[in-house]
């Protein structure tokens, strides 16, 4: 988050940055964070990672590749087992397709 922004205007904003899409927030999926499970910086500064998930809706926009995210493409459910991806960015996806009602708060994972 840049200083003075909110979550929903961070969001907003790196979705843009990332892939060209304008969106609209419409509600936390969930939040990801483990107490137990610092990184580290190369200067040797510590800290806890914190992931928030958001539902977002397209505006406008068109997916564009950035610096960040060289290669996009919308998947449905179906489709995640054939793709490559960390267990914990899976365990986000999954969750997210969930449609639970309320924000789900995972307190413990892995990288």
């Given at each position: ?26 509600r936390?999926?969930s939040v ?13 500064n ?5 992931i ?35 267990m914990?960015?899976r ?5 997210s397709f ?6 789900l708060?995972r ?5």
């Amino acid at each position: 988050m840049d200083p003075g922004e909110d979550f929903s205007e961070a969001c907003v904003r790196e979705v843009y940055e990332e892939t060209g899409l304008r969106v609209e927030v419409k509600r936390l999926v969930s939040v990801y964070t483990n107490p137990h499970l610092l990184l580290e910086y190369p200067d040797g500064n510590r800290w806890q990672l914190v992931i928030l998930h958001f539902e977002t809706r397209i505006k406008d926009g068109e997916l564009t590749p950035s610096e960040e995210s060289p290669e996009l493409q919308f998947y449905t459910l179906a489709e995640l087992d054939a793709l490559e991806m960390r267990m914990l960015d899976r365990a986000r996806v999954i969750d997210s397709f969930a449609s639970q009602e309320n924000s789900l708060i995972r307190n413990e994972f892995g990288l």
